[in-house]
Nanobody
Framework: QVQLVESGGGLVQPGGSLRLSCAAS????????MGWYRQAPGKQRELVAT???????NYADSVKGRFTISRDNAKNTVNLQMNSLKPGDTAVYYC?????????????WGQGTQVTVSS
């Protein structure tokens, strides 16, 4: 079994910064892509950013230039540095990790961490 534990959420004023972290633990042999999704109240869950084992990144248009995703393959961690935060970034942020299995790729999700951007 694998667990993903997020940390770093909280309340921040518009224009501020937060850094989210996520650590994977358990029966880990290999991790493919890792990423962050978010879900705001009344909205569907959406992709924020992903990063492959090789370091290739992908971002939602709404966060490009403001958010940076990074990972440490040796520690099985993924981080999300969020700068110039806006009220529209308010959401529960979820960490994900893709694991190869005999049946294909399985995605694990963290429990989520709340990010609130408000003055």
């Amino acid at each position: 079994q694998v667990q993903l534990v997020e940390s770093g959420g909280g309340l921040v004023q518009p224009g501020g910064s937060l850094r989210l972290s996520c650590a994977a633990s358990g029966s880990i042999r290999a991790i493919n892509a890792m990423g962050w999704y978010r879900q705001a109240p009344g909205k569907q869950r959406e992709l924020v950013a992903t990063v492959t084992t090789g370091g290739n990144t992908n971002y939602a248009d709404s966060v490009k230039g403001r958010f940076t995703i990074s990972r440490d393959n040796a520690k099985n961690t993924v981080n999300l540095q969020m700068n110039s935060l806006k009220p529209g970034d308010t959401a529960v942020y979820y960490c994900t990790a893709d694991f190869p299995t005999v049946a294909g790729i399985y995605t694990y999700w963290g429990q989520g961490t709340q990010v609130t951007v408000s003055s």
